[in-house]
């Protein structure tokens, strides 16, 4: 694995607005950064990130199934009551998931370190799948990288056909809160891939959802939503006035109400507890477990439910040394080994290793000159070479 410094296209941005990726660039700052590019063996890829991401998805299969029979589980996420037997309805009708983004710690040196799981609404998915493939066959082209480059990305391809069997014989409508470029970039893509896959997509604000006495979530033609993509996280559905009509409501959803627990950082614990020293897996306790005197005075804070790194904070030596502010953290935290990331000439890069209906598929790299990766962090490309 090496991080190469490379010319970027001089029309990149211009590239990317006729392509739809309106936000490349957050407030006069860079998100796509094509001025350098992580480079991996094709072994890096298979044995190292690709294979682990599959017995990683396996192991998280397993856990979910163990949960939904046992409320201890539930009980340590932090799951309301009031969904326990909703949730195990969606796994036991094996309601499908369309993907999923494992992310890792790695340096080509040593095995992939799972951080975290992004299992319910994870972005960047357009430029992982879409713009940094421009990016490659551009770039070997006009001769910035080897000819005999490669990329690890089918997600494309896969969501094509994810959508062709998950949404098949059902009208799709894809909800976000429209008002974020980036998300609503995210589902203008999924919905371009579900055209693609046979389906016909309408896209619909998350907030101009409608709920009849007849039991159906309805969108602005008061037609009822049979199968809906949801930007929008099970913890924050299930906290929303709307949330005690799911349970009965004919709306199948993507993803699946069984992905609340994975998208919970408290399964790093518990994954921790059932495959104890797993070498994708670092040593995790949730925060007020008496175990977790086992990592010490350096560890690295989480809550169990955040986003773009908010209420993380790294603690090394019993002393913060970062911490990013949020709203998180009102259900509790975990504590998890801290495990610095690599530094390529100061910058801290993340592997993400996405799955699409269960197959890894494609890998996408967010760094920062921070070890905490949040919202600002770059989108750098990658090639196999």
């Not at 006729?18 to 094509?34: K, L």
């Not at 979530?217 to 009509?245: A, H, T």
């Not at 994975?262 to 020293?277: D, E, R, V």
């Amino acid at each position: 694995m090496q991080r190469i410094t490379c010319s970027e296209r001089d029309d990149w941005q211009a590239t990317a607005e006729s392509m739809g990726f309106a936000f490349h660039t957050d407030g006069g700052e860079r998100y796509w950064d094509e001025r350098a590019y992580y480079a991996f063996t094709l072994d890096e890829i298979e044995q190292q990130i690709e294979g682990p991401t599959a017995e990683l998805n396996a192991m998280c299969r397993e856990l979910v199934g163990r949960a939904v029979k046992d409320e201890r589980y539930l009980r340590l996420l932090k799951i309301p009551k009031a969904y326990w037997t909703y949730i195990a309805a969606s796994w036991e009708r094996h309601e499908p998931s369309l993907y999923g983004r494992f992310d890792f710690c790695f340096d080509g040196k040593g095995h992939a370190k799972l951080l975290e799981y992004n299992a319910d609404t994870p972005t960047s998915l357009f430029e992982a799948a879409v713009f940094q493939w421009t990016w490659l066959e551009q770039a070997i082209e006009r001769q910035i990288i080897p000819k005999r480059a490669d990329q690890y990305n089918s997600l494309h391809e896969k969501l094509i056909e994810a959508w062709r069997r998950i949404g098949a014989g059902n009208k799709l409508h894809l909800a976000a809160g429209m008002d974020s470029a980036e998300d609503r970039g995210t589902v203008a893509y999924l919905a371009d891939v579900a055209q693609q896959g046979g389906l016909s997509p309408q896209l619909i604000d998350i907030t101009q959802i409608g709920y009849t006495e007849a039991g159906h979530f309805v969108d602005l033609d008061d037609q009822p939503i049979e199968l809906l993509f949801k930007l929008y996280p099970w913890e924050w559905m299930f906290r929303e006035q709307f949330g005690s009509k799911l349970k009965g409501a004919s709306t199948r959803w993507i993803e699946p109400p069984w992905k609340a627990i994975l998208s919970n950082k408290g399964i790093l614990p518990l994954l921790w507890a059932m495959f104890p020293h797993h070498p994708n897996l670092l040593p995790a306790y949730f925060d007020d477990d008496a175990a977790a005197s086992e990592l010490g005075t350096s560890y690295v804070r989480k809550p169990l439910y955040s986003r773009e790194g908010a209420n993380v904070t790294l603690v090394s030596g019993g002393d913060a040394i970062d911490a990013q502010p949020g709203p998180y953290g009102e259900e509790g935290f975990i504590r998890q080994m801290l495990m610095p990331l690599p530094n390529f000439s100061g910058n801290y890069p993340v592997i993400g290793s996405w799955l699409v209906d269960e197959i890894p598929c494609g890998l996408s790299i967010r760094e920062d000159e921070n070890p905490i990766t949040g919202n600002t962090s770059r989108f750098i490309p990658h090639a196999i070479l």
